[in-house]
């Protein structure tokens, strides 16, 4: 991804060179990480591939829930001891906004599609809607003592976790109809909750529980436990690894387990009374936040190795930079599908033999390409990322996402022209 933007900017011919080599610079910094320092009032902003605190940005008071927008430009903030989300600038590391919400903002979620933040506005027992253009609260539903939101991949419903003394629950929220259509009652205060890739399954940690509750999102009933030891904070499945994981706020550990069997199969130590966890853009590394250790651990799953990096005071949740802020890629002359709104655009594409069909990820929400003939496709797509595939035979090459099966597509290849003379 990197190469190919940089290839277009070097490709706008005109730029003076010395333009381009200040372009290359920027474009060589790593992934950034947004982590929260709940005591401090800020965020730090870390370069990962520097290993680097690049910048201290102050915040609205007890920074919590962090999401950062489909495209990467803005990163929104919950100050949970505050009403108003603080929203970052992702270009200048600065705050360009300030949405009030009403007391004590909490867990944040992105629809899949990008465009609204939902927000558990603990304090005024609500979930309110914002929009991510505008900035403005465009509607909002009562839930009491909400903490954290889940949205389902697909954008149907928000399972939010609610702290309600005494009707401890998940709320299932309608995202059509924005009203609760059902609850999980619990016996125990709900803490995190994340679906599985595929939405079939939600990952539930519980105060005072030492094990992950496996729900099943369709029935929703608690169906396993994933045993953990004391205090699971966050369990998460990121499409990109094989296996979940958890982070284990006890031990000071993060645990990888097998989502068919639910059990744990390894573990690689962190800091100390870690918090959450979020993965790059590319797979390959996860970023835990150390909580008592005022740090974040840089985890390599594949090697087990890992990096801590100093930042501030208690630093709670942490939000990767996804998408690019640089725009676009050159699509270098093929034939492009846009993947936006869970859809193929266009579904059916025609070309000549001997040409390439790019698809890009232009929503919120990972998607891929999975071919009928069985060829190479792209497991995982993220949002801003893109795919190339060059057809040489005539033919229909039907397609569908591998996250989302009802989203299809079809490559129509005809015979290469006679040649006019
Ligand atoms: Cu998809």
Same mark, same amino acid.
């Given at each position: 991804?990197?190469?190919?933007?940089?290839?277009?900017?070097?490709?706008?011919?005109?730029?003076?060179?010395?333009?381009?080599?200040?372009?290359?610079?920027?474009?060589?910094?790593?992934?950034?990480?947004?982590?929260?320092?709940?005591?401090?009032?800020?965020?730090?902003?870390?370069?990962?591939?520097?290993?680097?605190?690049?910048?201290?940005?102050?915040?609205?008071?007890?920074?919590?829930?962090?999401?950062?927008?489909?495209?990467?430009?803005?990163?929104?903030?919950?100050?949970?001891?505050?009403?108003?989300?603080?929203?970052?600038?992702?270009?200048?590391?600065?705050?360009?906004?300030?949405?009030?919400?009403?007391?004590?903002?909490?867990?944040?979620?992105?629809?899949?599609?990008?465009? &609204?933040?939902? !927000?558990? #506005?603990? /304090?005024?027992?609500?979930?309110? $809607?914002? =929009?991510? +253009?505008?900035? *403005? %609260? @465009?509607?909002?539903?009562?839930?009491?003592?909400?903490?954290?939101?889940?949205?389902?991949?697909?954008?149907?419903?928000?399972?939010?976790?609610?702290?309600?003394?005494?009707?401890?629950?998940?709320?299932?929220?309608?995202?059509?109809?924005?009203?609760?259509?059902?609850?999980?009652?619990?016996?125990?205060?709900?803490?995190?909750?994340?679906?599985?890739?595929?939405?079939?399954?939600?990952?539930?940690?519980?105060?005072?529980?030492?094990?992950?509750?496996?729900?099943?999102?369709?029935?929703?009933?608690?169906?396993?436990?994933?045993?953990?030891?004391?205090?699971?904070?966050?369990?998460?499945?990121?499409?990109?690894?094989? &296996?979940?994981? !958890?982070? #284990?706020? /006890?031990?000071?550990?993060?645990? $990888?387990? =097998?989502? +068919?069997?639910? *059990? %744990? @199969?390894?573990?690689?130590?962190?800091?100390?009374?870690?918090?959450?966890?979020?993965?790059?853009?590319?797979?390959?590394?996860?970023?835990?936040?150390?909580?008592?250790?005022?740090?974040?651990?840089?985890?390599?799953?594949?090697?087990?190795?890992?990096?801590?990096?100093?930042?501030?005071?208690?630093?709670?949740?942490?939000?990767?930079?996804?998408?690019?802020?640089?725009?676009?890629?050159?699509?270098?002359?093929?034939?492009?599908?846009?993947?936006?709104?869970?859809?193929?655009?266009?579904?059916?594409?025609?070309?000549?033999?001997?040409?390439?069909?790019?698809?890009?990820?232009?929503?919120?929400?990972?998607?891929?390409?999975?071919?009928?003939?069985?060829?190479? /496709?792209?497991?995982?797509?993220?949002?801003?990322?893109?795919?190339?595939?060059?057809?040489?035979?005539?033919?229909?090459?039907?397609?569908?996402?591998?996250?989302?099966?009802?989203?299809?597509?079809?490559?129509?290849?005809?015979?290469?022209?006679?040649?006019?003379?």
């Amino acid at each position: 991804m990197r190469f190919i933007q940089l290839a277009s900017v070097l490709r706008r011919g005109a730029v003076a060179a010395g333009i381009a080599m200040l372009a290359a610079t920027a474009l060589a910094a790593g992934p950034k990480v947004y982590v929260g320092n709940f005591k401090d009032n800020t965020i730090s902003v870390v370069d990962i591939d520097a290993a680097k605190v690049v910048a201290t940005v102050p915040v609205a008071a007890g920074p919590d829930g962090i999401v950062v927008s489909a495209d990467g430009k803005s990163v929104f903030v919950s100050g949970s001891s505050a009403s108003s989300l603080s929203v970052i600038d992702a270009g200048k590391d600065s705050v360009g906004k300030t949405i009030e919400v009403g007391s004590g903002p909490q867990g944040l979620a992105l629809r899949p599609d990008g465009k &609204q933040v939902l !927000v558990a #506005v603990n /304090g005024a027992d609500r979930v309110a $809607f914002i =929009d991510v +253009a505008s900035g *403005a %609260v @465009a509607d909002t539903v009562p839930v009491p003592k909400p903490h954290t939101i889940a949205i389902k991949p697909d954008g149907s419903q928000a399972y939010v976790s609610s702290q309600q003394p005494g009707s401890f629950a998940v709320a299932i929220v309608d995202m059509a109809t924005h009203k609760v259509s059902g609850a999980i009652a619990l016996d125990k205060p709900p803490r995190d909750l994340e679906f599985s890739p595929d939405g079939k399954r939600l990952y539930l940690t519980l105060a005072g529980a030492p094990a992950v509750q496996v729900v099943d999102a369709v029935a929703n009933k608690i169906v396993a436990q994933i045993a953990t030891g004391v205090s699971p904070h966050i369990a998460q499945h990121f499409a990109s690894l094989a &296996q979940g994981v !958890v982070v #284990v706020q /006890g031990p000071g550990e993060l645990q $990888f387990f =097998d989502p +068919a069997t639910n *059990a %744990v @199969a390894r573990s690689i130590a962190v800091g100390k009374q870690p918090h959450w966890v979020d993965i790059t853009p590319d797979g390959k590394r996860l970023v835990v936040s150390n909580e008592g250790g005022n740090s974040i651990s840089i985890v390599d799953p594949a090697s087990g190795q890992s990096q801590t990096v100093d930042v501030g005071n208690a630093p709670r949740k942490v939000a990767m930079q996804h998408a690019s802020s640089a725009g676009h890629a050159d699509m270098g002359g093929g034939v492009k599908v846009s993947i936006a709104n869970f859809a193929f655009v266009p579904g059916p594409t025609t070309i000549t033999a001997g040409q390439s069909v790019t698809w890009r990820n232009d929503d919120g929400a990972p998607h891929g390409v999975a071919f009928q003939d069985k060829a190479p /496709g792209a497991p995982l797509l993220l949002p801003g990322e893109q795919f190339s595939r060059r057809f040489d035979k005539p033919g229909s090459y039907e397609y569908v996402c591998s996250v989302h099966a009802y989203m299809t597509g079809v490559v129509v290849v005809k015979p290469e022209p006679a040649r006019q003379l």
